[in-house]
């Protein structure tokens, strides 16, 4: 038994197998180090805090420096009132109204100066432009009562004024157009479905284990809410510097993570929480990297859920990244889905949970060689029907060799039986033959 135990530790070391149960250290190695000068030369660098490229909740932490030709965002008014923070929006749309209810009073004032209403307005027989009009102020409420359309009755425009008339015209057709331009800027503000994401989840983490004797880099992402996200659909793109063979760096570059856009498994139905899988195989940017490599590596995972609103059919977008140490290798996500009675429930409390799995050290590419040389399950024409019930893990006869051997001899048996039977039946035609002959 321990020479059993022995040889299956060695082959699980070999071949890169990260052991379910580690075993607890003692307490004075537990206990933190001192660091002295020659701890610190021998011990391994610890990674220093990366900037991220993305937050967790989707901002993306870029910002713009050195803009000259800032004309270029008064070409896209509209869009840019839109992007503006509440307060600036709030302040440009309070100060829209008013400049242009003073403008349209100072226009009304001076009409009512020109003709002299404010001189003769209490002479009997003279007919001012506009009736009860005889300061600033009353200028500018009458240019209020115009553009709102309030019309209180106390002061009205006389027909004997054409320049007034004119400029009523022009008044009411500005005043037409201020309107739909800052009520529309409210209304797409208030409308923009980026409330809608915050009800979108991801998983804390990211996770790397083994699954149909692939390795798979998986997620996972849920709805809230039960108005559902529709034609949803998932991207990922990694992020990582590195450098061209011909020496030119590349900051931040961005490459494509396959998470089923040719199967059409990027196209969710998000009624339950999903766990996304991105299987590493010779197209994935992972291919060849192994545990050891990956504590080394520095990247960042951008994962980016589209769809469109169910209550409002406008487009909504969540984002959010995993960083290198945010993704866990040989882990996989708890189960939060259960059948009660009559209906499915979601337990978010496991939303964010993983547990440990026996997962190879190796690369995929490493994994992918030694799953095409040695033989994982046995022939099935070869099996016995007590043998044909049996399921096996094709990892179970990586771990231990036991079980190959064990193949091995009842292939072996089987083949004898098979040429006992063979001699037998031979045997028996031979002896029919020469009775037939003497007969």
């Given at each position: 038994?321990?020479?059993?135990?022995?040889?299956?530790?060695?082959?699980?070391?070999?071949?890169?197998?990260?052991?379910?149960?580690?075993?607890?250290?003692?307490?004075?190695?537990?206990?933190?180090?001192?660091?002295?000068?020659?701890?610190?030369?021998?011990?391994?660098?610890?990674?220093?805090?990366?900037?991220?490229?993305?937050?967790?909740?989707g901002?993306?932490?870029?910002?713009?420096?050195?803009v000259?030709?800032?004309?270029?965002?008064?070409?896209?008014?509209?869009?840019?009132?839109?992007?503006l923070?509440?307060?600036?929006?709030?302040?440009?749309?309070t100060?829209?109204?008013?400049?242009?209810?003073?403008?349209?009073?100072?226009?009304?004032?001076?009409?009512?100066?020109?003709?002299?209403?404010?001189?003769?307005?209490?002479?009997?027989?003279?007919?001012?432009?506009?009736?009860?009009?005889?300061?600033?102020?009353?200028?500018?409420?009458?240019?209020?009562?115009?553009?709102?359309?309030?019309?209180?009755?106390?002061?009205?425009?006389?027909e004997?004024?054409?320049?007034?008339?004119?400029?009523?015209?022009?008044?009411?057709?500005?005043?037409?157009?201020?309107?739909a331009?800052?009520?529309?800027?409210?209304?797409?503000?208030?409308?923009?479905?980026?409330?809608?994401?915050?009800?979108?989840?991801?998983?804390?983490?990211?996770?790397?284990?083994?699954?149909?004797?692939?390795?798979?880099?998986?997620?996972?992402?849920?709805d809230?809410?039960?108005?559902?996200?529709?034609?949803?659909?998932?991207?990922?793109?990694?992020?990582?510097?590195?450098?061209?063979?011909?020496?030119?760096?590349?900051?931040?570059?961005?490459t494509?993570?396959?998470?089923?856009?040719?199967?059409?498994?990027?196209?969710?139905?998000?009624?339950?929480?999903?766990?996304?899988?991105?299987?590493?195989?010779?197209?994935?940017?992972?291919?060849?990297?192994?545990?050891?490599?990956?504590?080394?590596?520095?990247?960042?995972?951008?994962?980016?859920?589209e769809?469109?609103?169910?209550?409002?059919?406008?487009?909504?977008?969540?984002?959010?990244?995993?960083?290198?140490?945010?993704?866990?290798?040989?882990?996989?996500?708890?189960?939060?889905?259960?059948?009660?009675?009559?209906?499915?429930?979601?337990?978010?409390?496991?939303?964010?949970?993983?547990?440990?799995?026996?997962?190879?050290?190796?690369?995929?590419?490493?994994?992918?060689?030694?799953?095409?040389?040695e033989?994982?399950?046995?022939?099935?024409?070869?099996?016995?029907?007590?043998?044909?019930?049996?399921?096996?893990?094709?990892?179970?006869h990586?771990?231990?060799?036991?079980?190959?051997?064990?193949?091995?001899?009842?292939?072996?048996?089987?083949?004898?039986?098979?040429?006992?039977?063979?001699?037998?039946?031979?045997?028996l035609?031979?002896?029919?033959?020469?009775?037939?002959?003497?007969?």
């Open positions: 038994m321990a020479g059993d135990s022995r040889v299956l530790m060695d082959h699980n070391m070999e071949i890169g197998v990260t052991p379910a149960q580690v075993k607890k250290l003692p307490k004075h190695l537990r206990e933190p180090q001192i660091s002295t000068e020659r701890t610190h030369l021998i011990s391994d660098p610890v990674k220093k805090p990366r900037q991220r490229y993305v937050q967790k909740d901002k993306c932490n870029v910002h713009h420096g050195n000259k030709e800032t004309y270029r965002y008064l070409s896209d008014l509209f869009t840019t009132l839109v992007d923070r509440w307060r600036f929006s709030l302040l440009i749309f100060l829209v109204y008013v400049v242009n209810w003073l403008f349209f009073g100072f226009l009304w004032w001076l009409i009512a100066l020109i003709r002299g209403d404010l001189v003769h307005a209490d002479e009997e027989g003279w007919t001012p432009c506009v009736e009860n009009l005889n300061s600033f102020v009353s200028a500018f409420l009458f240019s209020i009562e115009t553009e709102t359309t309030i019309g209180y009755g106390y002061r009205v425009i006389t004997k004024c054409p320049e007034g008339i004119i400029l009523l015209l022009v008044q009411a057709i500005l005043g037409s157009i201020v309107n331009m800052m009520v529309g800027c409210m209304f797409v503000k208030i409308s923009q479905p980026k409330n809608r994401a915050e009800t979108l989840m991801f998983s804390h983490k990211a996770v790397i284990s083994v699954r149909d004797n692939k390795m798979c880099l998986m997620f996972r992402v849920g809230l809410r039960n108005s559902h996200i529709v034609e949803a659909s998932i991207r990922a793109k990694l992020i990582r510097s590195q450098q061209t063979k011909e020496g030119e760096f590349i900051p931040l570059n961005q494509d993570i396959n998470i089923g856009f040719d199967t059409g498994d990027d196209r969710l139905f998000l009624v339950s929480p999903l766990i996304i899988s991105h299987e590493i195989n010779e197209k994935s940017p992972f291919w060849e990297m192994s545990l050891a490599q990956m504590e080394k590596e520095e990247f960042e995972i951008v994962v980016i859920l769809g469109m609103v169910e209550a409002t059919g406008m487009t909504c977008q969540a984002r959010s990244s995993y960083l290198d140490t945010e993704v866990l290798w040989g882990y996989r996500f708890t189960p939060v889905l259960s059948l009660e009675k009559g209906f499915y429930e979601v337990d978010y409390n496991n939303f964010h949970d993983v547990y440990e799995t026996n997962t190879p050290a190796c690369s995929a590419k490493e994994l992918a060689a030694k799953l095409r040389e033989p994982l399950l046995p022939q099935l024409s070869l099996l016995s029907p007590e043998s044909k019930m049996q399921t096996l893990d094709p990892l179970d990586l771990n231990n060799p036991n079980l190959l051997i064990q193949d091995e001899d009842k292939e072996e048996e089987s083949g004898a039986d098979r040429g006992e039977t063979n001699g037998s039946a031979a045997a035609e031979e002896q029919a033959l020469a009775d037939g002959l003497s007969g």
